[in-house]
């Protein structure tokens, strides 16, 4: 199976790549399954001290790989994130699901991550890069909680993480339009942690910082500051249970038919 992220690691610094430049780093089976065994390798990793996380090519992850909702489209079915049908409500990696863990698992690393960001970040991809401790832009970088466009929910740990960086309203709105947003708009919202013209050079620059300080400091502090947010399990199984309810339903597979076909979507109205 071809590689989907490539990792090396160089004076305590960790570089994780997404290679998966022609498909814009999209997330199919097998790029779940790296990131997830990627975090666990690096959380043992003797030497880590920070680790960059970006994507090759022209963007940083756009998202679901669109096979996935092809399938969808013409088997309907569960199963969307992490490429097969599994139950999503069981946790397989402590407080996480598998798909969770692609992006859990870097809020977990014992280390500061930081995400170097160009293109998009686009629904999994925009999780993904919430999973980082810290997020560098490009000015033209774009950003989306775009599940509701396939008529689902954000299903891979963003909802704990976003609570704790966004306003509830501006949260509220993303989630439920799914409109883009810029990276000025991003650095506005707290989901910026700074603009650059190239995030992937600062991002190093920055982890290289971190690595010269104390490894047993930095490692207490990230422990310290995860401990401030909210008990993120509710949150996690909730997100689970709300994605298995939509997953197959006709709604959600008039979404996704709708946006295959280009065309305005005909929902049935509930409740």
Same mark, same amino acid.
């Given at each position: 199976m071809e590689k989907r992220v490539e990792v090396t690691i160089s004076k305590g610094v960790a570089d994780v790549r997404l290679v998966r430049a022609d498909k814009m780093n999209a997330l199919d089976a097998a790029m779940f399954e790296a990131l997830v065994a990627t975090s666990a390798r690096l959380a043992v990793e003797k030497g880590v001290r920070a680790v960059v996380l970006s994507g090759e090519g022209r963007a940083f992850c756009a998202g679901l790989d669109?096979? /996935?909702?092809?399938?969808?489209?013409?088997?309907?079915?569960?199963?969307?994130?992490?490429?097969?049908? /599994?139950?999503? %409500?069981?946790?397989?990696?402590? $407080? !996480?699901?598998? *798909?969770?863990?692609?992006?859990?698992?870097?809020?977990?690393? +014992?280390? +500061?991550?930081?995400?170097? #960001?160009?293109?998009?970040?686009f629904g999994g991809g925009f999780q993904l890069a919430l999973g980082a401790d810290m997020r560098l832009l490009t000015p033209d970088a774009r950003m989306s909680i775009?599940? #509701?466009?396939?008529? $689902?929910? *954000? &299903?891979?740990?963003? =909802? +704990?993480? @976003?609570? %704790?960086?966004? /306003?509830? &309203?501006? $949260?509220?709105? @993303? =989630?439920? =339009?799914? /409109?883009?947003?810029?990276?000025?708009?991003?650095? %506005?919202?707290? $989901?910026?942690?700074?603009?650059?013209?190239? *995030?992937?050079? !600062?991002?190093?620059d920055l982890a290289r910082e971190i690595a010269a300080k104390s490894p047993e400091a930095i490692r207490a502090c990230k422990r310290m500051l995860n401990n401030l947010s909210v008990d993120p399990g509710p949150a996690l @199984?909730?997100?689970?249970?709300?994605?298995?309810?939509?997953?197959? %339903? +006709?709604?959600?597979?008039?979404?996704?038919?709708?946006? #295959?076909?280009?065309r305005a979507p005909h929902f049935v109205d509930v409740g």
């Open positions: 669109m096979g /996935r909702f092809t399938a969808m489209k013409e088997k309907g079915g569960n199963g969307v994130a992490g490429g097969e049908k /599994r139950d999503l %409500s069981a946790r397989t990696h402590g $407080l !996480a699901n598998f *798909p969770q863990q692609a992006v859990w698992g870097w809020r977990q690393l +014992p280390v +500061p991550v930081i995400a170097a #960001i160009q293109g998009v970040a775009m599940e #509701i466009k396939w008529g $689902l929910v *954000p &299903d891979m740990a963003g =909802t +704990p993480i @976003l609570a %704790s960086l966004v /306003r509830d &309203d501006i $949260l509220r709105e @993303l =989630t439920y =339009t799914g /409109r883009i947003f810029s990276a000025q708009e991003a650095l %506005s919202y707290g $989901l910026a942690t700074r603009i650059c013209d190239d *995030p992937r050079a !600062a991002a190093f @199984l909730a997100e689970s249970v709300e994605q298995m309810k939509l997953m197959g %339903s +006709p709604n959600q597979l008039e979404a996704v038919r709708a946006n #295959i076909d280009k």
